[in-house]
């Protein structure tokens, strides 16, 4: 290892250390406040002159200890729960800003409470952001009589509530509401024409559940808010049909990790042929282009019941991280309709976008952010790299004796089904619970259909059936359950041994407890350890293994088959192949694959960034405007409103037009992101002289009139019907990338572009 890495990780594991002893000595002196003898009566009024303290101004640490304490008893009179010291040190190091690492089942809804209620003292919002609805409704109730207690409110957001509803749930001290529930609250708040119509308070402190999946995977997938779109037909059909007649290796390739796919000359050609477009690499057919693209994207790369299922006549986008069905989910325009003309269905008509903000962008919109998750060591250095958020490993309440085996590799995907439906079928017959996690929801259909000939049933928890989720996993952890999932298994949930019951707990403890197979491994290893982590709770025995084969995606993308002897290449091998160089292989190519994920996300932070900061500028004006701190007369007040959301969202939808053709511009040696970014500015620069001149003209046609039926008249209204979604905007960046320009596509553009009037080629 080299010496200078070595000195760094030992340097950080001592820093760790004190960390650690500090949290520790710090929860002895949260013991020693013993309020045991304490009536009820006594502890709020130490609540309330907590209250007191916080709200004229003493620093929140200085009250810490005394905080702590109270919730402590507090939790233990209302719910009957004791925090454990792990739990107090972690809520101790949420308060400090920082991620925690804290393992499954070891209790991190009752470690948030601590910090959420002494940050809620200062009388500001406080929000816990969940992973789904039921989560932060369950957290809400089940945590709620502790705050109340301490007279404290609390309550929880949930979609399809009305906006009074939501503006009391807000106004709460303490709000639990997803992050995308709260991020759409905040867009429809950024077009509201009147205050009354808001219903955020202004952001203070935020801790995040499920950190990893929110900062990471998704940090950068835009919310957009819309006018109400229409369901249409389009010419995704005519390009679904030219992009079968296109075939691999002839007419189009992939790029090294499969992610994007791009004409070469012959198909270049052809399609040219098909569509009778001329130069399909001229500016005039950008257009077209891009949608033959995305056409070619839809066939050849997103596989039904993989990244999405068809349910209702409607395409449903599966989320790869999770497995569930990613809800109100929406691939950029072209790419959602090309995947609708696929399968033959209607898609609908995006509408006008009138706001969108990413999630990295939406949560750093709160002065002090925390988080907490089972899985955020592995990727400590890209949380520093962009939210300056630093892990703290919290050590388990009781040792995780669970046992990781090595992966079993096999050759062939078949050898792989095979062996683990024997694997399967031998537990099972001691009745020791299984939890197998697949890939997709195709994956876990055929491995069900497999486990069903061969005697075993089993439940099926996948996209197709999600709505059944607590149901099943509730189950999972009982005697002879055998539980085939994707990673859905993996989030906000307890398998709990025995479902519970303890007399069955302790036979299934006996017989090794909860056994946890993956059938593949995952681009991240944070995800492999979600899997992991849903065996071995508080201290349980249990095992996991993952299952895979050579002829998993995932390795024919690196070539691993490369490094196996042509012997076991040519065979269907039936045993377990011991080549310790795959151990190593396997790793490597998880290591590359996230730190490529890494880079995708750098590069559309290079795109947003200076969207969102022309945001912020635009809505601190439009703030100002709507609180009346601007003095306007009503009149004025509404126009200016009106024409700073409608000039925004021309400009958004000349950055989405931008934006979809800037790639090009890695062909004429330009900087696609420079250029990106000197074309917004410039159009920018041009929106409060639109808003000023298009403000002074309806004025005038208003003649100062402050009647809300003449605003109606002349349009100066919020649009009747709005509609929220999110963008898997990482598709975006794999059809733009400039790498996906290979040498022969851009010999065969500048061919084109330059041969053909020479020599009056008509086609090439």
């Keep these: 290892m080299n010496l200078a890495v070595k000195l760094l990780r030992e340097f950080k594991d001592r820093d760790a250390r004190q960390k650690l002893k ?63 010291d792990v739990q107090v040190m972690a809520a101790i190091a949420l308060h400090e800003r920082f991620l925690i690492e804290q393992h499954t089942g070891e209790g991190k809804t009752l470690s948030a409470v601590m910090p959420a209620y002494l940050n809620a003292l200062t009388g500001k919002s406080v929000h816990v952001l969940t992973f789904n609805d039921y989560l932060a409704n369950r957290d809400a109730k089940w945590m709620g009589p502790i705050y109340r207690f301490l007279g404290l409110t609390v309550d929880s957001v949930q979609a399809g509530m009305s906006l009074p509803e939501k503006r009391e749930a807000y106004a709460m001290d303490i709000t639990y509401v997803t992050a ?28 995040v559940d499920e950190a990893d ?26 390009f679904a049909e030219v992009a079968r007649q296109l075939q691999q290796d002839e007419h189009y390739v992939f790029d090294e990790f499969q992610r994007n796919v791009y004409l070469n000359e012959a198909g270049s050609a052809k399609a040219e042929k098909l569509l009778g477009c001329g130069n399909l690499y001229d500016s005039h057919n950008s257009h077209l282009l891009s ?29 790869e991280y999770t497995g569930r069905v990613a809800e109100n989910r929406h691939l950029p325009d072209g790419l959602q309709a090309a995947l609708a003309a696929k399968e033959g269905l209607l898609t609908l008509a995006g509408g006008n976008i009138l706001g969108t903000i990413t999630f990295q962008h939406f949560l750093s919109l709160y002065p002090k952010i925390c988080g907490m998750t089972a899985t955020a060591q592995a990727s400590a250095m890209e949380f520093e790299e962009i939210y300056a958020l630093q892990v703290v490993q919290i050590p388990p309440n009781r040792s995780n004796i669970r046992i990781d085996h090595a992966h079993r590799i096999y050759t062939h995907k078949e050898a792989k089904l095979k062996a683990l439906v024997q694997e399967i079928s031998s537990v099972h017959r001691t009745g020791r619970p299984i939890l197998i996690g697949t890939s997709s929801v195709g994956e876990s259909d055929k491995l069900a259909e497999a486990l069903a000939a061969a005697g075993v049933p089993c439940h099926v928890l996948n996209a197709k059936n999600d709505a059944e989720e607590a149901e099943i996993i509730a189950k999972a952890g009982e005697i002879g359950a055998v539980t085939v999932s994707t990673n859905m298994a993996g989030r906000g949930v307890d398998i709990r041994l025995g479902g519970g ?28 350890n979600q899997l992991r982590g849903r065996s071995g709770r508080q201290g349980d025995p249990g095992s996991s293994v993952f299952f895979v084969s050579l002829e998993d995606e995932l390795f024919l993308q690196f070539g691993i088959d490369k490094v196996i002897p042509p012997m ?3 065979l269907m091998q039936d ?27 750098q590069e559309l932070n290079r795109y947003s960034d200076m969207v969102e900061e022309q945001r912020r500028i635009l809505y601190e ?144």
Excluded at 220 to 235: C, K, Q, T, W
Excluded at 295 to 314: F, M, N, Q, T, W
Excluded at 584 to 596: L, P
Aim: charged share 25%; net charge negative; aromatic share 10%.
């Design 568 to 570: 076991y290449r040519d």
């Design 621 to 764: 004006e439009r703030l100002g405007i709507l609180k009346g701190e601007t003095k306007l007369s009503p009149s004025e007040q509404r126009v200016r409103l009106y024409y700073i959301d409608k000039f925004w969202a021309d400009h958004l939808a000349y950055v989405s037009y931008i934006r979809e053709s800037i790639h090009l511009m890695s062909l004429a040696n330009r900087n696609p992101i420079d250029e990106f970014h000197e074309q917004i500015i410039q159009a920018y620069e041009q929106i409060q002289d639109k808003i000023d001149r298009a403000s002074a003209n309806m004025l005038v046609k208003l003649g100062g009139s402050n009647d809300p039926a003449k605003w109606e008249k002349f349009g100066l209204k919020s649009p009747t019907s709005t509609w929220t979604y999110i963008i898997n905007d990482q598709y975006m960046e794999y059809l733009q990338n400039p790498g996906s320009w290979n040498p022969g596509t851009i010999i065969a553009y500048w061919m084109r572009k330059i041969l053909r009037p020479i020599f009056g080629w008509s086609k090439f």
């Design 575 to 601: 045993e377990v192949l011991g080549e310790s160089v795959l151990y190593s292989k396997i790793e490597h190519i998880q290591k590359v694959i996230m730190g490529q994920n890494f880079h995708i996300r």
């Design 501 to 528: 019951n303890p007399s069955q707990a302790e036979v299934i403890a006996n017989l090794g407890g909860l056994y946890v197979i993956g059938t593949h491994v995952h681009e991240s290893v944070r995800i492999d």
């Design 291 to 319: 949608s033959l693209n995305c056409a070619l994207h839809a066939e050849s790369l997103l596989k039904k019941d993989v990244d999405y299922i068809v349910r209702d006549g409607k395409i449903e986008l599966v989320d």
């Design 213 to 238: 999946s929110l900062l990471l995977d998704e940090a950068r997938v835009p919310l957009v808010i819309a006018g109400e779109p229409d369901f249409s037909r389009n010419d995704g059909v005519r």
């Design 22 to 84: 500090g949290y520790r000595d710090k929860t002895q002196l949260i013991r020693k406040r013993n309020l045991e003898a304490w009536d009820d009566r006594q502890l709020q009024a130490e609540s309330l002159r907590l209250k007191k303290e916080a709200q004229s101004g003493t620093p929140l640490d200085e009250l810490l200890v005394d905080a702590y304490a109270l919730v402590c008893e507090a939790a233990k009179r209302t719910i009957g729960l004791q925090p454990y």
């Design 180 to 207: 995308k529930e709260a991020g759409f609250d905040y867009l429809r708040d950024t077009i509201a024409l009147d205050e009354a119509d808001t219903v955020h308070r202004p952001f203070h402190y935020v801790i």
